[in-house]
């Protein structure tokens, strides 16, 4: 295929915020009588939005008060600002393309608010800027396409030209609905969960170069 546009999820694949803040959610719903490990807690949310941590914790018995989402997410913003760092690789992969005139964005279940705060620190932002989306926006969040085929227009590329870099199932089927070619970014061992739904699988960010052909 003709290499016309790469699409990165932010969390997981760009920056290294998918730890931080599932350590957050694990205490946060701890102290509201849901006691899960790091894992567990990732493999129920992971890809997910902050709407569906609330119906899927509140059906395996916690207490989620209405005004959940909006303390999390102060809490989460300003531990990500202190801390997050960016995914080993992802800056040297971005420069690669930038380099290169490749024409990249970002598409996020995620705030727009939250990428402003990690691609800022990881020093990303300048060279994703101003193609950075949420599906939050667009009201369509993943497994449904409309983000990447949002992005895809943004930036004047087909969807059968654009590369999508996932770490997350339910952002595989996001990009495959769009009729994109997926890599799956597998770092924290869940290649085998992406296997079935994406064209290639990497656990570093050097075998993506590998794939992209850089």
Not at 146 to 174: F, M, N, T, W
Request: glycine fraction near 8%; include cysteine; proline fraction near 6%.
């Amino acid at each position: 295929m003709i290499l016309g546009a790469v699409l990165f999820d932010c969390d997981g694949v760009l920056v290294d915020s998918e730890r931080l803040t599932n350590q957050l959610l694990r205490d946060d719903l701890a102290a509201r009588g849901l006691d899960l490990t790091v894992e567990e807690v990732m493999g129920l949310f992971v890809g997910g939005t902050t709407e569906s941590v609330v119906d899927e914790a509140t059906r395996l018995g916690a207490e989620m008060p209405p005004n959940w989402i909006e303390g999390f997410y102060a809490k989460m913003f300003a531990r990500l600002d202190a801390e997050v760092e960016a995914v080993p690789g992802a800056p040297e992969l971005v420069d690669t393309l930038y380099e290169r005139k490749t024409p990249m964005a970002v598409g996020s279940n995620g705030p727009t608010a939250k990428m402003q705060i990690t691609l800022s620190r990881t020093g990303l932002l300048s060279k994703l800027s101003p193609h950075i989306y949420s599906a939050r926006d667009l009201g369509a969040p993943k497994p449904k396409p409309d983000i990447y085929l949002h992005a895809a227009r943004q930036l004047g590329v087909a969807p059968a030209h654009c590369v999508v870099i996932e770490d997350s199932v339910s952002g595989a089927k996001s990009a495959k609905a769009a009729g994109m070619r997926c890599i799956g970014y597998a770092a924290e061992g869940q290649g085998a969960s992406l296997a079935p739904l994406c064209d290639e699988i990497a656990v570093e960010m050097s075998q993506i170069h590998e794939f992209l052909k850089l």
